[in-house]
């Protein structure tokens, strides 16, 4: 599994916003700093705001943590940790949804400062017409 680059990112987003337009969720977790810096932006670093409540113009309330995988790879003498804080931060999440979507406890809302981009219709590839059978 490799990270994906700009270019796969930039082809992917136009879904995402899609989907985030239709779907309006109450939050988005964002599991990674890929998805994170998708959301809000390319100098957004979760490790110093993993587990809070983060406003993204164009998909609302965010919750960055980081992904399950990392917790996976953790060293042996840290994996305990690492699992722990993570589900804390999933626990923040459930908070977040139990109060409606208010302030989540000792965590402040932080205002995203990446402009929002313009949403627009994805580009779906047409499929070329089927070929008769019997023909090459």
Known sequence: HKKPNGAQIRACKPWLEEEVQLVRPK???ALGSTAAQSLLGGSFR???HRGEVVTSDWAG???PTVHPSS???APDELRAEARRDFFR????VADYLKKG?????GTAV???TVAPPRLRQ?????RPAPRARGTS
């Not at 931060?89 to 923040?92: E, R, S």
């Not at 979507?101 to 406890?105: C, E, K, L, Y």
């Open 110 to 112: 932080r205002q995203s």
């Open 122 to 126: 994805p580009a779906i590839p047409k």
């Open 61 to 63: 309330p965010v919750i």
């Open 71 to 73: 917790v996976l790879r």
């Open 101 to 105: 979507g208010g302030m989540v406890q």
């Open 46 to 48: 979760v490790t110093r």
């Open 27 to 29: 939050v988005v977790v």
């Open 89 to 92: 931060d999933i626990a923040k």
